[in-house]
């Protein structure tokens, strides 16, 4: 069965930093990019990251430039989201997403997503 | 950053009755264009790619069409599971949403 698992979520503080997961199975992790897309409580989706199948190429949305970053293990089948700086505003339920085809395509496979609040 | 303008924000129709949401992109992605599905508690399910294919198991009742900047969502005769908030979302350069339509029971 193809899955993503979010983990590392939680509660931390304005300013502090936080590690997301995504451990993938049932398909072959390294032929495809992989995002991150976020959704604040009651809000619409927003593409926060993606990172191409072998990471030469990472994208960010400019809300989370020079604060997030995104990597991965192939060799784990893991994603990755630093997120360093957090604001309030950073508060959401974040999913990981798989690309359809090698790169630069549709999310074909969402997690289930991981919260992380962000408050004093 | 490309944006992405869902139109209306809600729409209220009639099971059985059809439905039009549209998407418009601040520059050109030529077919690059998905739409999704979402529904309470679950995550997005991909409907459509390309514009217009449909996306593995999705009824035939979805339909998309457009390219370049102005693109529809069409969904023919409304069953109930229908009733979902639907984003658009361009991949022409990475991925970025609309802020989505909810599609409600009238």
């Known amino acids: 069965e193809v899955q993503l698992v979010e983990s590392g979520g939680g509660l931390v503080q304005p300013g502090r930093s936080l590690r997301l997961s995504c451990a993938a199975s049932?398909?072959?992790?390294?032929?495809?990019?992989m995002h991150w897309v976020r959704q604040a409580p009651g809000k619409g989706l927003e593409w926060v990251s993606g990172?191409?199948?072998?990471?030469?190429?990472?994208g960010y949305a400019d809300s989370v430039k020079g604060r997030f970053t995104t990597s991965r293990d192939n060799a784990k089948n893991s994603l990755y989201l630093q997120m360093d700086s957090l604001r309030a505003e950073d508060t959401a339920l974040y999913y990981c997403?798989?690309?359809?085809?090698?790169?630069?395509?549709?999310?074909?496979?969402w997690g289930r997503g991981t919260m992380v609040t962000v408050s004093s | 950053e490309i944006v992405m303008t869902q139109s209306p924000a809600t729409l209220s129709v009639s099971p059985g009755e059809r439905a039009t949401l549209s998407c418009r992109a601040s520059?050109?992605?030529?077919?690059?264009l998905a739409w999704y599905q979402q529904k309470p508690g679950q995550a997005p399910r991909l409907l459509i790619y390309?514009?217009?294919t449909r996306a593995t198991g999705i009824p035939a009742r979805f339909s998309g069409s457009g390219s370049g900047t102005e693109f529809t969502l069409t969904i023919s005769s409304l069953q109930s599971e229908d009733f979902a908030v639907y984003y658009c979302?361009?991949?022409?350069?990475?991925?970025?949403f609309g802020q989505g339509t909810m599609l409600e029971i009238k």
């Open positions: 997403a798989k690309n359809r085809e090698q790169w630069l395509h549709a999310f074909d496979i």
């Open positions: 049932g398909f072959t992790f390294d032929d495809y990019a």
């Open positions: 990172i191409s199948w072998e990471s030469g190429s990472i």
């Open positions: 520059q050109s992605v030529g077919s690059d």
């Open positions: 390309g514009a217009s």
């Open positions: 979302q361009q991949y022409n350069k990475w991925g970025t």
